[in-house]
């Protein structure tokens, strides 16, 4: 039900579908004098106040029995916990929790009940189902350690054990200036990094309304020929002033679906939705600082109400962020409307980490605009072709484009996008939603070249997730865009760098030089 402690009037609301997801399912194990369960904070930063009671299928558990493992070396007991002015109990950390009372270990669900006091949420009470197992001893399980896994020593066991499975050795992966401690969050069992040679192609001219001015551009890559295609496109673009970059659009949905009885049933839903529009947005943006809830797309198919959450996110680029927030939003509306049969938070409609048509048409993270009018004179002296082979060119591959089914009508602008992702810490599975693109042209009544390239999906953080590790923390120093108040920037340079890309390489074919270019500095030589 809804969760709310009565005591205190500024606690905050948890959705009971929420709550339940502090307790780690699949972690009540068979110790030697008891069991233990864990608890991870999935919520946001918190202090624990106060122990009330846990119990097993309705029977509370004396205190006595009860001891809270924080950390590898803090083991308290129930009485010390509440002794304490608060014990910090911080987001995406995990306590244990050791009950010392045998219990037989059997395939049957029992239910585990928990109460206690935490800011800011006040007192929060709930139960949850879990089958008792025994401990694991199993010597072919990778090393871990749950509560301190990236400390030296497991590290090492790691790549020991790594080693001993595969007979090669570990030279390369073991060198690294990053703190391991810094990667929770990023990255389970690490063993290592991998090194990504990195190449600088600019300046480059941006003409945006927050990234303005020249901008040297780090790619990193394997692809022999890709930062001198980038390099020589950055050229001629500057020789015309530059590229202008917008973003016109930001939206990162999460997109949950809600089963009925009938179609009638989803068509009713629909209209409650929008009707409490004002407390869903208010439930969702209560689990961040961030998070703005925009509007909610609603598509109805068989007995099926399908939603899109749309949020802007700031800085980050946000898929957990709005996960989180939509998750309360759905705990709320579970809790107050009758009716819904069955409920998952995502239908695969927000289609994270794949091309879409929907993405394409409605935005998924930046939707950014990159122009450039390049002179007929220009193209003629660097890329030795004339814009109207160019524009031709275009024309002829759009007709490919449409017989291929593609999701891009330019060439090749996922190319500087993952080199761009990968040296500045995004989520290279983006480029599946960041590879679409809209390629126009056009001759202007001079002869000289418009080009115009719309990335309807861009998906791009300055701040959290990987962003803020050593070397992509350096690569957005470099360009001015790590931090706070920075993404939209980072969007623009990036969109700016794609349109740079397309124009050197629509030169080249339309040139018939491209394959030459590889055989001088690529796979081919």
């Not at 059997?106 to 929060?124: Q, S, V, W």
């Not at 962003?467 to 920075?486: A, D, I, V």
């Amino acid at each position: 039900g809804n969760l709310r402690s009565a005591s205190k009037e500024n606690s905050v609301f948890i959705p009971s579908i929420l709550l339940k997801q502090l307790y780690t399912h699949g972690s009540l194990i068979s110790i030697p004098d008891g069991v233990k369960f864990a608890l991870k904070n999935r919520l946001k930063d918190a202090t624990l106040k106060k122990l009330l009671h846990i119990s097993f299928d309705g029977k509370k558990v004396e205190p006595e029995l009860i001891s809270v493992q924080l950390g590898a070396d803090r083991l308290l007991s129930f009485n010390d916990v509440n002794e304490t002015d608060g014990i910090a109990f911080n987001l995406a950390t995990y306590m244990e929790i050791y009950i010392h009372v045998p219990m037989p270990v059997h395939r049957e669900k029992c239910t585990i009940g928990i109460a206690f006091e935490a800011e800011p949420f006040g007192k929060l009470e709930f139960e949850v189902d879990d089958v008792l197992s025994e401990e694991a001893h199993d010597e072919d399980k990778i090393p871990r350690d749950v509560l301190n896994d990236y400390c030296p020593d497991i590290i090492q066991q790691r790549q020991r054990y790594f080693e001993e499975f595969s007979g090669a050795k570990i030279d390369h992966l073991s060198q690294y200036s990053i703190d391991p401690n810094q990667l929770q969050g990023n990255v389970e069992n690490f063993i290592g990094v991998a090194q990504v040679p990195i190449g600088m192609a600019g300046p480059l001219k941006v003409d945006g309304e927050y990234a303005n001015g020249e901008f040297m551009i780090p790619l990193a890559t394997t692809e022999g020929t890709l930062v001198a295609s980038y390099n020589r496109g950055m050229k001629l673009v500057n020789m015309s002033g530059g590229v202008r970059a917008t973003v016109v659009d930001d939206a990162m949905q999460r997109a949950p679906v809600f089963v009925f009885k009938d179609a009638r049933g989803a068509r009713n839903f629909v209209k409650w939705i929008k009707d409490n529009f004002a407390t869903i947005k208010h439930e969702a943006e209560a689990t961040s600082n961030v998070a703005n809830l925009t509007y909610i797309d609603n598509f109805l198919s068989n007995k099926f109400a399908f939603l899109r959450f749309n949020y802007k996110t700031g800085d980050a680029a946000g898929q957990n962020m709005v996960g989180r927030a939509t998750f309360a939003a759905c705990g709320w509306i579970l809790d107050h409307y009758p009716g819904v049969t069955d409920f998952f938070l995502e239908s695969n409609f927000a289609t994270d980490k794949k091309a879409s048509h929907i993405n394409i048409m409605r935005t998924r993270g930046k939707r950014v605009v990159a122009e450039v009018t390049i002179k007929r004179e220009h193209l003629l002296q660097v890329m030795r072709v004339d814009p109207k082979q160019i524009d031709y060119h275009g024309r002829v591959a759009s007709v490919g484009s449409f017989l291929s089914g593609v999701n891009n009508t330019g060439l090749h602008s996922p190319n500087g996008i993952t080199a761009m992702f990968i040296a500045t810490g995004q989520d290279v599975a983006n480029v599946s939603e960041s590879s679409a693109g809209i390629l126009y042209s056009e001759l202007t009544e001079e002869g000289d070249l418009y080009l115009s390239l719309t990335i309807p999906s861009l998906i791009v953080a300055t701040y959290g997730g990987g962003t803020g590790l050593g070397t992509q923390k350096e690569c957005l120093e470099l360009l001015g865009c790590y931090g706070r108040n920075r993404v939209l920037k980072f969007a623009e340079i990036v969109g700016a760098v794609a349109l740079a890309g397309e124009i050197s390489l629509a030169s080249a074919i339309s040139s018939s030089d491209w394959v030459s270019s590889h055989e001088t500095y690529g796979r081919n030589r």
